[in-house]
């Protein structure tokens, strides 16, 4: 049964409405913003928690559970009072009347704003080949991570029952596509898996006979890096057993394997049962319809083009902030998101303070950090580069920082103890559905 529900002002004596569309760091970060400021905040979003991104690898990898990265997002709004959040996927935006229609299973709910902050983020890119997503799924959410946590245990499993030389040597390789930081620290931590945290653990396989392949389109690894960097990380990934595959593309992808093509036209095949996608990214499909709405094309990326305060043209009342925004070739990183969610949410302050003029957002750059191994980072803080144990241990402290919440800071240290000063994972356990669900026309009770 479908049941509609409206949220409708009721008269002029309300607060000022600002509905957020996502609980990611820029909507959350633009909520707490507006904990002061004579207005009620509405936080819609598909999924309950606020997701530390970064840090997704680490749950892949049986490093960290799910919920010491993605806190509930009502247990972190909950002192604030003018704060509310509604479980739902948006499915329509009506800039004329100003409401956000979402819908959480049979229920569909109409929410009327006065401010929108559109922070929906975004997903992973397959360059057109969205079929590649059901053997080489990405990493951007939960469920991508516990997904593909299955699958790497999982497969070290069935390698270890598998009798033919072959079949168990496609088990025992992992392909991991992009060598940006996400793919980077993906394949050196699988690497430690294998070499370090599995060595005792089989009877019949070698864990350290694992193949961890990290293949790229472009020349370098961590490309966005100073090119110093990117060959420290390149060296160290080297020394923990990462193959790095460099100026290939990925032109198919199969239950089995992976196919590639190099730069001199060279068609190579990879027999390998788990992929990782870490190759690009997709803004929110929601920024094709806000910006169909709005008339105003989309860029490559998705993202949606704003004016320099970060709102949408001819719509002052609207931002689009995070990485769903096209604003001066800004990264999709973390920091943007954070620092154009305070912003929107400052612009809405200084509005209702009786400010006209628009303030252009000006993004402070703190720099880059990729953590390759245990005891290994690479940094990038303006003109500082650092790597090794330093670069590390100060990776340790940002992240340890941004995290959410005490009591996680707390459990991440713990889980962090437990992996670096030792040699354990704490978080190793999969699900069923997770790791031995079939794939349609596989014959093997795993995925991928």
Not at 28 to 43: E, I, K, N, Y
Not at 273 to 300: F, H, I, M, N, Y
């Amino acid at each position: 049964m479908r049941t509609t529900l409206r949220r409708v002002q009721a008269n002029a004596d309300e607060p000022h409405r600002v509905v957020i569309i996502g609980s990611g760091f820029a909507g959350l970060f633009a909520a707490r913003r507006l904990a002061r400021a004579p207005v009620s905040v509405t936080v819609v979003d598909q999924t309950m928690h606020h997701l530390f991104q970064p840090l997704l690898y680490q749950v892949a990898t049986g490093i960290l559970s799910e919920g010491e990265i993605a806190p509930a997002t009502r247990d972190v709004l909950r002192r604030q009072a003018n704060a509310s959040v509604i479980l739902g996927r948006v499915t329509g935006i009506d800039l004329e009347a100003r409401t956000v229609t979402s819908r959480a299973i049979d229920r569909e709910l109409v929410t009327s704003y006065d401010s929108l902050i559109v922070a929906a983020g975004a997903g992973s890119s397959y360059f057109g080949h969205d079929e590649f997503a059901t053997h080489a799924p990405g990493l951007k959410t939960v469920d991508d991570a516990l997904e593909l946590r299955g699958r790497i245990f999982g497969a070290f499993e069935m390698a270890e029952i598998e009798n033919d030389p072959q079949a168990r040597a496609a088990w025992l390789s992992f392909v991991i596509v992009g060598a940006g930081a996400t793919g980077v620290e993906m394949a050196g931590q699988i690497a430690e898996l294998a070499h370090k945290t599995l060595r005792s653990d089989f009877r019949h396989i070698n864990p350290a006979d694992a193949r961890i392949l990290l293949v790229d389109a472009g020349p370098r690894v961590l490309p966005q890096f100073d090119e110093r960097l990117s060959h420290k990380a390149a060296d160290h990934l080297r020394q923990i057993g990462v193959e790095i595959h460099l100026n290939v593309r990925v032109t198919g992808v199969d239950q089995s394997g992976i196919d590639l093509v190099t730069e001199d036209a060279e068609h190579q095949r990879i027999e390998a049962r788990t992929k990782v996608w870490a190759a690009g990214v997709q803004a929110s499909s929601l920024g094709a319809l806000l910006a169909d709405a709005a008339g105003v094309p989309l860029d490559r990326g998705g993202r949606v083009p704003v004016m320099p305060n970060c709102s949408l043209s001819g719509r002052p009342e609207v931002f689009v902030v995070g990485d769903m925004m096209s604003l001066r070739d800004l990264p999709g990183v973390a920091e943007v998101a954070l620092q154009s969610g305070r912003h929107a949410a400052g612009e809405i302050e200084r509005r209702l303070a009786g400010g006209t003029a628009p303030a252009p957002f000006r993004y402070r750059d703190l720099g880059m950090l990729a953590s390759i191994s245990k005891n290994f980072a690479v940094a990038e803080l303006g003109p500082i580069r650092i790597w090794g144990l330093a670069g590390w241990l100060l990776w340790l402290f940002v992240h340890l920082t941004f995290l959410t919440g005490f009591k996680n800071r707390i459990s991440t240290l713990f889980h962090w103890a437990v992996s670096f000063i030792g040699r354990g994972r704490a978080e190793r356990t999969t699900t069923v559905r997770e790791s031995l669900v079939p794939v349609p026309g596989d014959d093997q009770l795993h995925r991928g």
